[in-house]
């Protein structure tokens, strides 16, 4: 099945106001640049976005959000987006903040088809026990909290219950692909795109090289053509770096 498309903007075009999509990336690290953009140009707003964190205020997500075109974030880093704080403080934003690795194991539980599953990460904090403002109002005031998971005790030890996360749609970056969507990601890229690209009920993958069905090496492929729907090859890629550390001297 061929599951190529021309462009970004044919391949994002049906994802509707106020849906709930998933997004690869770490930081500015193998993002979907051409999707995200494609976004920007269509307004489409009301966006539940879940990420590992919001990109930063001139790229990435952080596009988006500086449009008004996301409604809630689900991430566990806040980074460097300043807009992502001001949003949030003054109620214009919905947060949804989880542990790193809770929501990587989210991610994967989703698309593994799995509802639920208990981890320790949270326990004794209002990771579990509720009250971690989501939503604010008027000076301050919290409009929406976490509520209160379910905890239980095996082998002495407690664990929280954690639901897995699927998405309306998918948006993920990688190396390479074929026409069937098979994917490969290159190095620290792959981070949450694997995950994303599993629990999307509707996949788009941008590359950087399409290539013909058989060209992968099976062994090297990191997420199989059925998750994947829909495949497109970026341009103008910028790979920006979010925070530039050099020796002096």
Known sequence: MDKVFPDADTACADIPDGAKVLAGGFGLCGIPENCITALRRKGTSGLWVVSN???????????????????????????????????????????????QGTLAERLRA?????PGFYTPAG???????????????PGGTIVKASEKKETRSFDGRDYVLER????????????????HGNLVFRESSRNFNPL?????RVTIAEVEEIVEPGALDPDHVHTQGIFVQRVFRGTNYQKRIERRTVSKG
């Open 53 to 99: 964190n919001c990109g930063v205020d001139d790229w990435g997500l952080g596009v988006l959000l500086g449009n008004k075109q996301i409604r809630k974030m689900t991430s566990s880093y806040v980074g460097e987006n300043k807009e992502f704080e001001r949003q949030f403080l003054s109620g214009e934003l919905e947060v949804e903040l989880v542990p």
């Open 110 to 114: 989703g698309g593994a088809g799995i």
């Open 123 to 137: 326990v004794g904090t209002q990771v579990a026990d509720g009250g971690l403002p989501m939503l604010y109002g």
């Open 164 to 179: 897995g996360i699927t998405g309306d749609f998918a948006i993920v970056k990688a190396w390479k692909g074929d026409r």
């Open 196 to 200: 994303c690209a599993a629990a999307g």
